[in-house]
């Protein structure tokens, strides 16, 4: 089984009193992302000064966001402020629509050969103009903090993770934070995205998990998901998961950010409907999404300190 160094760090930092013995009558517990991105932040600040100190070095990252998408551009402004709060340094650059796929590949290798980055970001999804694949594979892999590049994600296939996939990473240390156990659980994934679905498959069955995916052309979807110990779905649909659709008890984790037709977030879970049955659930917002951004702050960490200290 493959020991995630992490798990052993989460363990120490965290005190054990948030697990809960018992759950209460019709009451889910809470997985509070924001919480626990904070407690991972303290952590991540520490270690950036520490490298600072030790090396001179400081952790980079470098965002590209190509367009005007206006989530696009949200998601990006938050990752750049987290950065700069945990004492790294950020780059943003802001490409318009037209960029051709040629001038972005030249930004990347100028970015891969700067000594001062140690994060590459290419926010997605690009304009259709642009083929993503190449795009992501022009990333250096030393470089690809989202864990997007298939040198990556086929190292986390073959249970030898260096760069793993930032909003799967944040969903297991959710759960590990949480005291849920996912060792011979049964985890079902609902979307096969590469960077959610897939990635969280193959790091739950790292995990000795029994692992499902399942998808929107799934046939008969339910008898699925209501099988599941832990659920975790990612589909971008509004509220699509009920109550009838989850076991008693089950864990469930939302992924989806969604504006529902009141133009409220809501996530792909229907949490009031679910939250009684439910023993443990992420709310949206404030679950899977502030984990996803801490994480990338903790890979850019990892890189810069491979780069620094050539662990
Ligand atoms: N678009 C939606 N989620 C992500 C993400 O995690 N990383 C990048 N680069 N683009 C995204």
Avoid at 111 to 121: M, R, Y
Avoid at 251 to 269: A, H, L
Avoid at 290 to 307: D, G, H, Q, R, V
Wanted: with cysteine; glycine share 8%; hydrophobic share 40%.
């Amino acid at each position: 089984m493959w020991i995630n160094p992490l798990k052993s760090i989460i363990l120490m930092l965290f005190p054990t009193s948030h697990l809960s013995k018992k759950r209460e009558l019709n009451m889910s517990k809470i997985m509070d992302g924001k919480k626990v991105s904070k407690d991972i932040k303290k952590w991540i600040i520490q270690r950036t000064k520490e490298l600072k100190d030790s090396t001179g070095v400081v952790p980079g990252l470098a965002s590209i966001l190509v367009g005007n998408d206006p989530a696009s551009e949200i998601y990006v402004r938050n990752k750049r402020r987290a950065c700069e709060r945990c004492g790294m340094l950020s780059e943003e650059y802001n490409l318009p629509e037209e960029t051709s796929e040629e001038e972005l590949l030249s930004l990347i290798e100028r970015l891969n050969l700067n000594e001062k980055i140690h994060g590459i970001l290419v926010q997605l999804p690009l304009p259709i103009h642009m083929n993503p694949e190449k795009v992501i594979r022009k990333v250096s892999p030393d470089k690809d903090v989202d864990g997007f590049h298939p040198e990556n994600t086929g190292k986390l296939f073959q249970e030898n993770p260096s760069a793993i996939s930032c909003t799967p990473y944040g969903i297991e240390k959710l759960l590990d934070y949480y005291g849920i156990e996912i060792f011979g659980k049964h985890v079902v994934v609902v979307g096969k995205s590469n960077i959610v679905g897939k990635p969280a498959a193959a790091l739950m069955l790292n995990r000795d998990a029994t692992v499902t995916i399942a998808h929107i052309e799934t046939e008969n979807l339910q008898a699925i998901t209501t099988m599941a110990d832990i659920l975790i779905v990612a589909i971008g649909d509004p509220q699509f998961i009920k109550k009838e659709m989850i076991k008693e008890g089950a864990v469930v984790v939302d992924v989806g950010i969604n504006r529902s037709e009141s133009g409220k977030i809501v996530g792909d879970i229907d949490f009031e409907d679910v939250k009684g049955k439910a023993s443990y659930i992420t709310p949206v917002p404030g679950g899977v999404g502030p984990m996803t951004i801490t994480m990338l702050l903790w890979n850019t960490l990892e890189a810069a300190e491979t780069f620094a200290l050539g662990k």
